[in-house]
Nanobody, 127 residues
Framework: QLVESGGGLVQPGGSLTLSCAIS????????IGWFRQAPGKEREGVSC????????RYADSVKGRFTISRDAAKNTVSLQMNNLKSEDTAAYYC??????????????????????WGQGTQVTVSS
């Protein structure tokens, strides 16, 4: 199970940190990432971190603004989002790939089906 939290309303240029609570087994076994979906738009992979070597991957649209990290002590994966823009408005979902390697982040970025995902948390960027 993956449980997201931390969404909300923020002004353009502001920051938010999303958190995904994960079981120990899932955190240690599968690559974990975030995708987002806005109404009327296709799903977009945002970021991912592998378990095997902690390789990170970001969508071009968020590079330099978002940072993904994992905390093994707290069993969480976080997404720090800075300099938010209106186009970042979407429901954000935490998701797991099918294995621990960086290659397993592909299902989070591509149109494939992640192994599991949470219920989502809404991020709204508006003045």
């Amino acid at each position: 199970q993956l449980v997201e939290s931390g969404g909300g309303l923020v002004q353009p240029g502001g920051s938010l940190t999303l958190s995904c609570a994960i079981s120990v087994f899932t955190l240690n076994t599968f690559a974990i990432g975030w995708f987002r979906q806005a109404p009327g738009k296709e799903r977009e992979g945002v970021s991912c971190i592998s378990t095997s070597d902690l390789t990170t991957r970001y969508a071009d649209s968020v590079k330099g603004r978002f940072t993904i990290s994992r905390d093994a002590a707290k069993n969480t994966v976080s997404l720090q989002m800075n300099n938010l823009k209106s186009e970042d408005t979407a429901a954000y979902y935490c998701a797991a790939g099918y294995g621990p390697s960086p290659a397993n982040c592909a299902v989070i970025f591509d149109k494939g089906r992640p192994k599991d995902w949470g219920q989502g948390t809404q991020v709204t960027v508006s003045s």
